[in-house]
Every structure is written in structure tokens, then in C-alpha cells.
């Protein structure tokens, strides 16, 4: 095994290496676990699970940090609730095995809490955390979940969901491997947005053993296993040689020959906004507002979420800040703005299309959004996800307006609303390119789905054509258009981006100072030329291929 190389897909730039750390899955009761032959032992078992559980967490709850102390210690109290327990043990006494009846007390309780609502709807999660971990005990499999972490680690999973990656321990995690997860999966995109290297897709990745030390290459997509010295010391002077030649560059994008391309942030909370407001950027082009309340049961009040735009919005004075409105739905399900299940929830009301259902949510936000810009230097900017028709511009740009907001925009991420670019963009003041959905969309690919990773490829030439109609809508209405896409951090395709003529690229803030050094070194003539090259390719594969092959060598010998 030493020095065997697997490939990936690269999601999140940069290398590092360190020990690996397994995050088992959750774990449910099997199906078919037998009655109890003893009952009284099964109710010790059950009782001894929980307990286990309860002092797990208070041990952990010791070692955490203060945003992790508390949520560990309310948890802890849920796994030694003496409710809990008895109704676990009534289970037992009607004839069920253990784990079965923990997952039923578990069930009980989470109807339970779900109804009183508040407070209580807010800790089912934890609940059915505890509730897991406690299965995971009786049946003496690993415990669900990312272990606690002691030092460097490279966190590998079957794949990770955003809520998992958004609590991961930054100061310890220094890589991210996933079997499963696609490009523009959530999860790749929040290890992005923490500057952590990523690789998805990587072949039996669970099956590395835990403790394997493994090298993580996050450009390429490559995961080494046991590397030798020699190979730790490339990467270290590769990472120093990119470094040196990023940090010669500062200030706004730029073509070689002076063109503005803003570089811009994307961002999913407080902490990402203080970071992104100390980096060298212009300002944030895509604050997914719906990364705070993954795992809330209800949308916070007017003042509250005021609270948190107020502190988004004030590292930027003098800067634009673009606030997406909740994006919910699909594989980003939010547990008080659901709809109902849904035959197919990417094509379903997601987005705007669930706040033009439910208007009260949008309204909320766009109150506590005007509420915060008053307080704040920042140029406060509004987008609406998965706008589709005109007519859904002209709805988000009026109630944007009615909030006394400024200026509304509206994402381009359905083919339709690119080809109608025109018209659309007619009724806002821009226009930001979600790559990510338009990639889903014209290819008919789902996102999550990583084997579907090549259609899914934004260097898809029929991609970039749907873009180019996008651009040329943007500039027959005079609209500025922008990429908030992952492909935004790609420093090949912003090269071809800008050549088709988008005004602003918005990336996880660890990709800016690449794409700042290629657009330095090409021309906006160069740029439409290698745009001109991608388009006209047959395929992905060589649309990139071209575009490498024409860019300037330093470039390309760096990046
Ligand atoms: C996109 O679809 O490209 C986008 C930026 O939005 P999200 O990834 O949050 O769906
Ligand atoms: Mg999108």
C-alpha cells in the first residue's frame, strides 16, 4: 500500500498529509434483530447504552471549545434523560431488541418534541444523534459520526453532509476525503469556503485503514497513501513557490491590460464574512444565507437575524455584499421551510419558488436585511435564487423594492433564464451565474451525484454556450453579469469567463489570489480568444485542454 496513488475529484485547492480519521455513519437498528431472550439484561443493555453515551459527550463536552461545550453538554443531558430510558425499556418489555427499542423511544420522542415546538424542535437532531450513538453501542459497531479530534487529521467519510462538514474542528482538520459527493455538492463547497483541501470521489476511501498517514492533493484530486519523504517535500516546495509568486499580486482583478473583473467572496455565515472582510477582495458576491439555519427548526425573528446581517455586513464598509434569499430545498432541505416531500426536489419548489409559496420567509429576511443596511457602510445588494420566468424577476424585484433594499438581482441558473436573459435581467440590476445549477440543469445531471462528475463538468461546451447567452442578455440590457459558481475559482475557466464577458468572479475565498494571477497575465483579448477555443470544442476534456495548451506558460507551469 505504501505510496499508492488513487485519484479523486480535486473540489477544494492545496495539499497537505497527516492521519487518517474514519467517520463511521450513522447506524439504524437492522431490521430483523430478534426479540430479547432476556429481557431484563436487554433492558440493562439498553439502560448501559445511554448511560455510555451520556459520559461520551461529557467528555467530550470537557476537552471542546466554547461554541461546541454547550451543544455537547445539552446533548449529554438528552442521552441521560431517565424518560428516555424508561420508554426504551418499555420497548424492551413489549418484545423488542434493544437497539429497535432505542430507535422507537427515540421516534416517541422526537413526535414528542417536534409538537411542543421551539426550543425543543430545535434539539430532535441531537435526539436522534444521541439515539444513533446509543444503537451504534448496543450493536458494538464505531460510533456515528466525526470522532473527536486530537491533532492534524485528514477527515475521510462516504460522504459528509453539510451540517456534518459546517461543524467540523477547522483547527484540526488539514484535508477532507470523500468516496462519495460530486463537485458541486454542498459539502465540497463548504471545505472550500474553510480553505481545507478536498478530494471526492476517491475510490474506497473508507477502506483506509484509520491512522494510515495520507498525502491529500486538492488541485489534482489525488490522495497518496503512506507517502515517502520525497513526496511531502514536493508538495512543500510547491505550496512555497505558489505562495511566493500569489503574494507578489494585490488589489482588484485585473487583465493584463487593466479590464475590472471583481473578485468577490463566497460566503455561508458570520466567521466566513470577519475572514473574507480581512482578505484582499472586493467585497462578497454570494452570502448563502441558508447555511446558517441547516440544522434549525424555525426561522429566527426579524431583530435576530438582523443581528447576524449587522455582523456579515460590517467588515465591508464601502464594499458591496450581495445576500442571497433563502435558497431551500432540494440538497439543501431546511427543516421550517419544507414544502412537503416532493417526487423530485431539484426540479421542484426550491428556491424562489418556495418563498413565492411561503412569502412571509422572504419578507422576514428582506425586513431584518434592510433593517441591518441601515446600520452598516456596506453596498447591500439582494439576489433570488432559481429564478426561472420574468415574471418571477419582476415578483422578487418589486417586494426587494417594497423593503426599501436598493438593488435586486437575480441568480442565472436555469437554462431558461439564461437564454431570456434580456428580459429577465430587465426587472433587476443584475445578474450572478450559479454555474453549479446551470451545469445540473443543462446536462440533466444531479449535482450531488458524483458519478455523473464529467457531465457535470462546467467546461462542458454546451455550459459555456448557455453562459455565453447569458453574457450577451446581460450586455443588450446593460445589466452587469457575474459567476458566483464554483467554476468562478477555476483559474482556467475564469480566463475563458471573462472572455465571455462577465463582470464579477465569486469564489471561496482560498481560490482568489490564483484567479487574480491568471487574469494578470492575459490580455481581455487573450481571454475572448481561449473563450472563442472552449466554445468551440467538441468536449470538456479538450475544451480545458485547449484553453491550457493557449494560456500563457507561467500560468500553467504554476497552477
Ligand atoms: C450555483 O448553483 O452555482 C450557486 C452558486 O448556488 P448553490 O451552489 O448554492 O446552489
Ligand atoms: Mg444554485
Known sequence: MSGERRS????????????????????????????????????????????????????????????????????????????????AAKQVAAGKGPATAIAAAVDEFAAQFEALGGYFAERV??????????????????????????????????????AETAALDRSHVVAIVTEHGGRTSHTAILAAQMGIPA?????????????????????AGHVVLDPDTRLLEIQRARREKLAAALDELHGPGRTADGHAVALLA???????????????????????????????ATLPSVEDQADVYRQVLAPFPGRRVVIRTLDAGADKPLAFADLGEEENPALGRRGLRL?????????????????????????VKVMAPMVATTDEAEWFATRVRAAGLPSAGVMIEVPAAALRAHHVLSHVDFGSLGTNDLAQYTMAADRGEGELASLLDPWQPAVLQVI??????????????????????????????????VASLSMAPSKVPAVRFALSRHTLAECRSLASAALDAPTAERARQLVKAGAKNEVTDLL
Open 266 to 296: 463566497n460566503i455561508g455565515g458570520v466567521d466566513d464574512a470577519v475572514a473574507a472582510g480581512a482578505a484582499d477582495l472586493e467585497g462578497v458576491g454570494l452570502f448563502r444565507t441558508e447555511f446558517m439555519y441547516l440544522s434549525a
Open 355 to 379: 418563498c413565492q409559496a411561503r412569502p412571509e420567509l422572504l419578507d422576514s429576511q428582506l425586513e431584518a436585511i434592510a433593517l441591518a443596511a441601515k446600520d452598516t457602510g456596506a453596498e
Open 125 to 162: 437532531t441531537d435526539l436522534r444523534d444521541v439515539g444513533s450513538r446509543a444503537i451504534a453501542h448496543v450493536l458494538g459497531v464505531p460510533t456515528p459520526g466525526v470522532p473527536e479530534l486530537s491533532g492534524p487529521s485528514v477527515i475521510v467519510a462516504l460522504d459528509l453532509a453539510p
Open 199 to 219: 478530494v471526492v470521489q476517491l475510490p474506497d476511501a473508507t477502506g483506509i485503514p484509520a491512522g494510515t498517514t495520507v498525502a491529500v492533493d486538492g488541485d
Open 8 to 87: 479523486g475529484v480535486g473540489v477544494s485547492p492545496g495539499t497537505a498529509a497527516g492521519p487518517v480519521v474514519q467517520v463511521a455513519p450513522p447506524v439504524k437498528a437492522p431490521a430483523d434483530e430478534p426479540a430479547p431472550a432476556d429481557a431484563e439484561a436487554a433492558a440493562e443493555s439498553v439502560r448501559g447504552a445511554l448511560s455510555a453515551v451520556g459520559e461520551d459527550l461529557d467528555a467530550r463536552a470537557a476537552a471542546a471549545d466554547e461554541h461546541a461545550q454547550p451543544i455537547l453538554k445539552a446533548t449529554a443531558m438528552i442521552a441521560r434523560d431517565k424518560g428516555l430510558a424508561k420508554a
Open 468 to 501: 455565453e447567452a447569458a453574457c450577451k442578455g446581460g450586455h443588450s440590457s446593460d445589466r452587469p453579469v457575474g459567476v458566483c459558481g464554483e467554476s468562478a475559482g477555476d483559474p482556467f475557466l475564469a480566463l475563458v469567463l471573462t472572455g465571455l464577458g
